[in-house]
């Protein structure tokens, strides 16, 4: 039977607890169907899919509120890309519209019925519905990988080669343009990333931009019967090196802003890192040239030493305080190490032996603790 269905599913688990989903379905046929309306001039469209590829046929319902109508239907975004006169003899036709790739990322169809004097409509009448194609923009998706060259950690000073590959939706190689960012993830957490990424940027869902207007919403027979007692109304359109002292420090590694892929797809490029001991984030973003195809990826490496030591000092101190001091050893080793730890100050007294023998596990941490007055 034509209309609107609830389906509902219900069960029990061994509790006896009940769940319980529901969806609506929308069913057209032959007859007249009595769909929900409201006091305006305004019908919801129906899509059959909430999403859409290019190549896709999308089929629109009209819950229209009255049979034999004449209907423009326009397909706009910005501006009217299509456009189709239609009679629809029933009051639940559906539309086909064909998805291509001009409607990415979304498009908006709309549908104006308009009805004159007859039988069965004593007054003109005219409703207009509009609903959201969102159509899927993996044709326009730069995939981009990076590879360095070699997997683990990586030293002070030492240099790191990268290969970039730059492929389309089908896995094809693309020439593309690339900005490469190497930055070190402690600075990026201080603050959040205010850019708009590239895919939202360029294939973002986009607003309607096209308005409706039509005479008969100002129709002095409509409005005089609007104005009947008890009788409310409204309407109108859509809303609008070791051994060595560290002393290399930076912030960004490296930064280039037209790193460019070849016919194969492919870019390399060294970095000769810093003295940081830190997390290095890689961030690269790229678009290919008239097909605007946009696309965004990340890696990490991380910088480090074999043995780190890390004192655990207060962040202050108070004459007469009597504490204790530690110091955390980690070491990155795939076997036990025995370590010897020195400890020297001025302004404190230190306990009569402050070298320390410690045996730090294999890739694990060992710690030392001195009391001190």
């Avoid at 609107?4 to 057209?28: I, P």
């Avoid at 590829?53 to 009209?62: E, F, H, Q, S, T």
């Amino acid at each position: 039977e034509a209309g609107t269905h609830r389906l509902v599913a219900t069960t029990r688990d061994a509790g006896g607890n009940e769940a319980r989903s529901a969806t609506y379905a929308w069913v057209t046929g032959g007859e007249y169907v009595n769909w929900r309306q409201e006091n305006n001039d305004r019908i919801d469209l129906v899509a059959d899919k909430k999403a859409y590829r290019v190549g896709d046929v999308a089929r629109i319902l009209v819950p229209a509120p009255f049979e034999d109508a004449e209907a423009l239907l326009t397909v706009e975004r910005g501006r009217i890309r299509q456009v189709r006169r239609l009679t629809l003899p029933t009051n639940g036709e559906t539309i086909e519209i064909p998805i291509t790739p001009d409607l990415a990322p979304n498009a908006y169809a709309s549908v104006l019925l308009v009805k004159g004097v007859g039988p069965d409509s004593p007054l003109p009448q005219l409703k207009l519905g509009y609903t959201n194609l969102a159509v899927s923009i993996d044709a326009h998706r730069l995939s981009l990988s990076v590879s360095p060259d070699r997997e683990g950690t990586y030293g002070p000073r030492e240099t790191v080669a990268y290969l970039v590959r730059a492929t389309d939706a089908t896995g094809e190689p693309v020439r593309a343009e690339l900005s490469a960012a190497l930055v070190d993830e402690a600075l990026l957490a201080l603050a959040d990333d205010p850019s708009t990424p590239l895919e939202e940027a360029f294939y973002g869902q986009r607003m309607l931009g096209v308005a409706t207007a039509a005479m008969m919403t100002q129709s002095a027979e409509r409005l005089n019967r609007e104005l009947e007692a008890e009788r409310k109304g409204g309407g109108g359109g859509p809303a609008s090196g070791d051994g060595t002292v560290r002393r290399l420090f930076r912030d960004t590694a490296y930064w280039n802003p037209s790193l460019e892929t070849d016919e194969a797809g492919e870019a390399r490029f060294e970095v000769e890192l810093p003295d940081n001991l830190t997390t290095w984030r890689l961030d690269l973003r790229g678009i290919s040239g008239a097909d605007t195809r946009v696309g965004a990826a990340e890696h990490r490496i991380v910088t480090t030493k074999p043995v780190l030591i890390r004192p655990v000092t207060p962040r202050f101190l108070v004459a007469g305080d009597a504490l204790q001091l530690e110091a955390v050893v980690n070491s990155s080793l795939g076997e036990d190490l025995e370590v010897r730890i020195g400890l020297t100050g001025t302004g404190l007294e230190l306990p009569p032996e402050t070298d320390r023998t410690v045996t730090v596990p294999a890739g694990g941490k060992a710690r030392v603790v001195w009391p001190v007055t």
